[in-house]
């Protein structure tokens, strides 16, 4: 079974947080969440969040994936850590996937992996960062090698689902994605003519 681990600093965007482990969890992947210390995590809109552990406990073991939130200030916070940096990089080395949305970008930014790479952020972010070969996409969810990035708490729902996607394949993301009762792709593609048939009547 896939195991990922969310670090959640003080600050981080509690929206994007709780999608990503909401949805990873339904798909049954084991999701740890970390916290950067041993207190309750207050999130960016005053969310109290409990992580399972510690990110001192969590750092020592092998994860099929890490997750960044975003939300200021928790990816400036995520970004000073250097223990975040050396589990980041020790997933990324393993070839394995790393993944951040909306300012959590900016970490991997600052480690010089979105080199050459396609990317999305929240608009801004990543405009003064000077990465030689970045490429800032605008799209809601970016998928280039190892490095998914995503853009803020609108599209932390995509994100989850790609990050199954990825995990677990996507007829798992298929099944996630029914039970929320949301449109998926081919019924939102489906619709895109009609709705757009009506706005012309």
Do not use: W
């Not at 909306?102 to 600052?110: E, F, N, R, T, W």
């Not at 996507?170 to 929320?180: D, I, S």
């Amino acid at each position: 079974m896939a195991t990922v681990l969310v670090p959640l600093a003080q600050g981080c965007e509690e929206l994007e947080a709780v999608t990503v482990i909401d949805l990873l969890r339904r798909a049954g992947i084991t999701v740890v969440t970390a916290g950067l210390d041993d207190k309750p995590v207050k999130a960016s809109r005053g969310v109290v969040l409990i992580p399972d552990t510690t990110l001192g406990a969590a750092i020592d073991h092998q994860y099929d994936m890490v997750v960044l939130p975003g939300g200021l200030p928790g990816a400036d916070h995520l970004n000073a850590d250097m223990r975040i940096r050396e589990i980041v990089k020790k997933t990324n080395d393993a070839r394995r996937p790393v993944a951040a949305i909306c300012a959590a970008p900016k970490v991997l930014a600052s480690m010089g992996m979105l080199i050459g790479r396609r990317v999305t952020a929240y608009p801004g972010v990543l405009d003064n960062m000077n990465v030689p070969g970045m490429r800032i996409t605008g799209e809601p969810v970016a998928v280039d090698g190892d490095i998914i990035t995503s853009r803020g708490p609108g599209t932390a729902m995509d994100f989850a689902l790609a990050l199954i996607e990825r995990l677990v394949g996507a007829e798992k993301r298929a099944e996630v994605e029914r039970g929320l009762v949301r449109p998926g792709r081919e019924e939102m593609q489906a619709a895109a003519p009609s709705a757009t048939a009506e706005v012309n009547r």
